[in-house]
Structures are given as structure tokens and as C-alpha cells.
């Protein structure tokens, strides 16, 4: 199963100055509880902010200009032959950014797409358009504080 898991706004923002534009308690969980054991594949920027690989799971890092290599670390050079590379013995998680998630949008079977109910304003990452009728909608559990979230998953239709 190639998944890809993601948190936008309202506005579609993903980022804004390198970062995720907020902080929300129990909004990463899920991101936590899906990719735990199985292969999250990000981009280099991705890789970088977060400066290590994740534990308890295997990174590939989707680079053109550099090489990553280590304990559950490694480099390939498309979303595509991060997916070969993968295999079909676990799950794959696609985890940003955008580029990867572009790249990846006609390839995914399930995307986690966390809904989170605020205008970033001045966002400078955007999730990629992709067209829902494509996809069956599930919505999930809502939460958060001062800030909400939904999660809504989208499964391609076969």
C-alpha cells in the first residue's frame, strides 16, 4: 500500500518560512501510528528540517544532489524508485514535501489528509490540486484546542 500523509490549512498551506505553520497537540499522532514500522519517504528540505531519520521506522530520502545513507536511512532519486525500493513487504508512507507529494498523487492507493481549520496567511507551501472524484472520503475524528483539526481520508476508487 503506497499511502501519503499530510496536514493543510484551510487555504491548502503545508508550509510557510521551512516549517510547519503550527503547532497542535495531538495533531501528529496519527502521523506517528500509521508510519511506526513501515517506510516513510519525504523530500531533502523534509529530511533536513527534521535533521535525523525517524525512529522505529525507515526513512528514503528523495534527493537529486545528495546521498543519504545510514541505519534505516537511505536515498533515492524519484518518489517512484523510493517505492521500488520499498518493496511490497510493508507500508509506504509519502510525507511531504511538495514536490514528493505532486509527484506522488497519481501513484497513491490512500491519502491521510489532516484538515486543519486556520488561514495561514502568507503560507508559502501549498498541498498540490488533485480532483476528489477520484477518491471514496472518509471523514474521521476531530481535535485540537484553540485550533482544530479533521482527519478525512481519501481511497482511490478501483
Do not use: C
Request: proline share 3%.
Amino acid at each position: 500500500m503506497v499511502g501519503l500523509i499530510v496536514a493543510r490549512s484551510e487555504n491548502n498551506v503545508i508550509g510557510k518560512n521551512g516549517m510547519i505553520p503550527w503547532r497542535i497537540k495531538g495533531e501528529q499522532k496519527q502521523f506517528k501510528e500509521l508510519t511506526t514500522g513501515n517506510i516513510v519517504v519525504m523530500g531533502r528540505k523534509s529530511y533536513e528540517e527534521i535533521g535525523h531519520p525517524l525512529p522505529n521506522r525507515e526513512t528514503i530520502v528523495v534527493s537529486r544532489t545528495k546521498k543519504y545513507e545510514g541505519e534505516n536511512l537511505s536515498t533515492a532519486s524519484s518518489v517512484q524508485e523510493a517505492i521500488e525500493m520499498a518493496g511490497t513487504d510493508k507500508n509506504v508512507y509519502i510525507s511531504g514535501g511538495y514536490g514528493l507529494y505532486k509527484e506522488a498523487l497519481p501513484l497513491v492507493d490512500v491519502m491521510y489528509i489532516t484538515e486543519v481549520n486556520t488561514v495561514i496567511e502568507d503560507g508559502d507551501v501549498f498541498f498540490p490540486e488533485f480532483n476528489a472524484d477520484d477518491f471514496d472520503i472518509t471523514i474521521g475524528e476531530t481535535g485540537g484546542d484553540e485550533i482544530t483539526f479533521t482527519r478525512t481520508t481519501y481511497t482511490r476508487k478501483k
